[in-house]
Every structure is written in structure tokens, then in C-alpha cells.
């Protein structure tokens, strides 16, 4: 579930349509969780769907690190990539930001945790990385990292409209992770590792 203080716009004509604040997003805030209603398909069962569904696999639905396709049911699937996003994901199946985000800025993420398929060109943003790889999380994960302790260092200072979708032990493991008392897992364990299709454990 994506922040409830969002809504989609239309960006440009490039980019499309993307998820905006409403209200002041600051760090360390949960801007989404994958819930109840988000669904995870194998790729077996992709395999055996109409084109017409592959096509929206493909444009809105990530490959988690099982290989499975996950589809949000929100706004959250109309977030778009960014080389210097605001929001990171974790290894807890919920994403933060990871500085301020003002209103009626977009909200992003860095599809290079994403685990996509093939190569993409991004917008251009005048960043060092123009293209997104499949193998980007091997290659940032200890910068995101970095990124992502920042932001947990704050996050029972600010407002959480999803606290309730979070899990009172996991809630307990941030509160931990934010005092240094536990190590965060890093947002490595994301990778899809493929070997012949299996995973690599």
C-alpha cells in the first residue's frame, strides 16, 4: 500500500503518469508495504496467461527475490525510476524515504532493485548511471545501504500513516535497527539470485 498523502499525475509526456505528495513526506517515513492485497504470481503462472496480461506484468509488476512477479493493486505500481530517488526499498517488504519530499514532488524508486529482465535507458537526470541493469543490486546494494541506515535513524520521530500494516515484531526490529542495537539486513537479500533457475542460496 503506498502513502495515503500521494496521488497519481501526469508528469510529461516522456515519463508519463507518476505518484505525487500531497502533504511534506519526511525521511525515515514508510511510503509503502506490500500488503494483503498485493498479489505474488510464479512464472509458471504468467506463462499460462493471455498476452494481453503479460503486458501488464510487464509494465507494472517486480521480480522479488523467489523470481515471482508481484503486482501491487494501488498507486504504489505507478511509482517511477529514478537515479537519485527519494524512496528506497528494505529488506522488510516496506520502503522508506530517504530524505524529505515535498509537496508535489514525485515519489521513486531505483528500478535497479527491481530485478528486471533486460537493460533500460533512464530519463536523462544528469547522473553518472544512465542505464538500469539487471544486476545494479550486486553493484549499489552497500550505497543503498548506507542510505537506508540514514533514513532508519528516524523513523519513530515521524508521523507512519502505515504503522498499522506493519508487524508489532518487525515494528520492534526498526525501533532496534534505528537505536543501533540490530544490524539492518541488508537490501541485498533482495537479488534474485539466477542460476539455471534456481536460486542461489
Known amino acids: 500500500m503506498i502513502h495515503p498523502k500521494t496521488e497519481i499525475q501526469f508528469i510529461n509526456n516522456d515519463i508519463g503518469y507518476g505518484v505525487v505528495a500531497k502533504e511534506f513526506i519526511p525521511k525515515g517515513t514508510i511510503t509503502w508495504v506490500l500488503d494483503k492485497l498485493d498479489r505474488e504470481f510464479t512464472p509458471n503462472e504468467l506463462e499460462n496467461m493471455e498476452p494481453v496480461y503479460k503486458d501488464i506484468f510487464e509494465t507494472y509488476a517486480y521480480k522479488n527475490n523467489r523470481g515471482n512477479l508481484v503486482l501491487c493493486w494501488d498507486n504504489g505500481r505507478f511509482?517511477?525510476?529514478s537515479f537519485n530517488a527519494n524512496c528506497l526499498t528494505t529488506a522488510y517488504n516496506f520502503e522508506l524515504a530517504i530524505r524529505d519530499i515535498y509537496p508535489g514532488?514525485?515519489?521513486?524508486?531505483d528500478y535497479g532493485?527491481?530485478?528486471?529482465?533486460r537493460p533500460f535507458r533512464g530519463i536523462e537526470e544528469g547522473t553518472k548511471r544512465k542505464i538500469v541493469y539487471p544486476d545494479d543490486?550486486?553493484?549499489?546494494?552497500?550505497?543503498?545501504d548506507k542510505k537506508?541506515?540514514?533514513?532508519?535513524?528516524h523513523v519513530s520521530k515521524v508521523q507512519q500513516p502505515l504503522l498499522e500494516l506493519i508487524d508489532q515484531d518487525l515494528w520492534?526490529?526498526?525501533?532496534?535497527?534505528?537505536?543501533g542495537e540490530a544490524k539492518m539486513e541488508s537490501i541485498r537479500t533482495n537479488y534474485y539470485e539466477r542460476n539455471n533457475g534456481q536460486i542461489i542460496q
Open 172 to 179: 520492534s526490529l526498526i525501533l532496534l535497527i534505528e537505536k
Open 148 to 153: 537506508l541506515l540514514s533514513a532508519f535513524r
Open 113 to 117: 532493485y527491481l530485478n528486471i529482465d
Open 79 to 81: 511509482v517511477n525510476h
Open 137 to 144: 543490486l550486486l553493484k549499489y546494494h552497500a550505497l543503498w
Open 105 to 109: 514532488e514525485q515519489l521513486t524508486d
